[in-house]
């Protein structure tokens, strides 16, 4: 499988196991709460049985403080006593509402809790009356007390049953929430390893990607550099044979002409002869000027500069410092063909009608800027540029191929006031010798 695939299966495993760790999670957290919610439950019926207990015990002494007072001030607060064990009573009745076993407990609980109130309700009519004395009240304390036993024994079998109901409720909730926590470990664990595992695969996948890069850079070059070649030996060709062949056919049709001087045929011939030989040598120096070989880049760029002025009618500025006159010979080439192609661009799309080039060379780099006056770059192929480094015009990626095989940086700035290609190349990354290879000769100038 290939690894942007096996990328892709590594992410969605990834985001798969996240979400549905995720539902399993929210499932198990949504269980847990339920049964927090029924703990909570529980501690709310031992607590009101309690408070049912405390409020029993306080109608016991709210009575036994009346009793000896007789005042208006106790008498009301053994009426709320009495109150407060009712709505205690209404509580749990609601809180045990889905208990049958702690419903019958109730039942019998609250029929106990009546029969105490009504002892002490008869202690407190007898107290009003002026009916009490000690022997009564030692009996209304006695029938309390033994009711209070009763009272006891089913609070004590209610609180049982919620403790055992608690402690259920209790590892119930410890092992949910283990278990919730046991799936947010183990999804985070497996999807960081997913993700790391998908991580690997990419950067696997941008290596191979940078790797076939570099080997479509070193393709490029190594093209451009055959293409430069093969220029080289397609001018040398043509001054050789055409370009000789014709100049002899030239000087003999003067020959013709001087015999026959009233033959318009050999003047016409003869001016053939001429401008196909003209021709001839334009081609042979635009593939490879035998300047850039033999007296450098300045020269070479002076000679082309001066005939691309002649033939487009644009003013052209050239500015090159004497550093620059010769420089290695590889990286001479380079900036003649990037000057070739700058010029033909502003030729064919600026509108320009004038523009400046500017060469300069110091210990560590050289660079060289060719700046138009024209209408400038469209904004969509400025943007593709500025944010993939390329546009889409062939001759601008030929420069950027060129420029980033010695290692140098170019840049391209463009408004509506103008167009400016900067090119800027370290001196130290060219390791080619200025003058030609062993064996391989400068030819002359067609003519000389």
Known sequence: MPPDKKAKLTLSLALALLCISGIAAGITIARLYVSEKWVRHTYDVEVSVKDLESALADVGRRRIVYNESGTAGALVEFGAATNRVSTSLQKIRQLVNDNPSELALLDRL??????????????????????NDPAKDIEFTSRVA???????????????????????????SSLLFAIAL????????????????????????????RSAEKQLRQLSGRLMHLQDEERRKFARELHHSLGQNLAVAKMTM???LALHPSDPRYSDLGGLLEECYSQTRTISYLLHPPLLDELGFASAAKWFIEGFSKHTGIQVTVDI???????PRDLELVLFRILQETLTNIQRHSKSARAIVSVEAKSEQVSMSVRDYGEGIPAEMLASFEVNGATGGVGLAGISERVREFGGKWDLKSSSAGT????????????????????EQAYPAVGD
């Open 110 to 131: 609250q029929s106990n809790a009546k029969e105490r109130l009504a002892i002490s309700v008869e202690s407190v009519e007898a107290k009003q009356r002026h009916q």
């Open 146 to 172: 033994r009711s209070s036993f009763e009272t006891a024994e089913i609070t004590g079998q209610m609180l049982e049953n919620e403790d055992a109901l608690l402690d259920q409720r209790v590892r119930t």
């Open 182 to 209: 046991g799936i947010l470990i183990a999804s985070s664990i497996l999807s960081a390893v997913m993700f790391w595992i998908h991580y690997r695969l990419l950067n696997d996948e941008l290596r191979e990607r």
């Open 254 to 256: 003067d020959s013709l």
């Open 321 to 327: 410092s004497k550093q620059a006159e010769r420089l």
């Open 420 to 439: 400016e290609v900067s090119v800027k190349i370290p001196l130290a990354s060219t390791a080619a010798k200025a003058a030609p290879p062993k064996g």
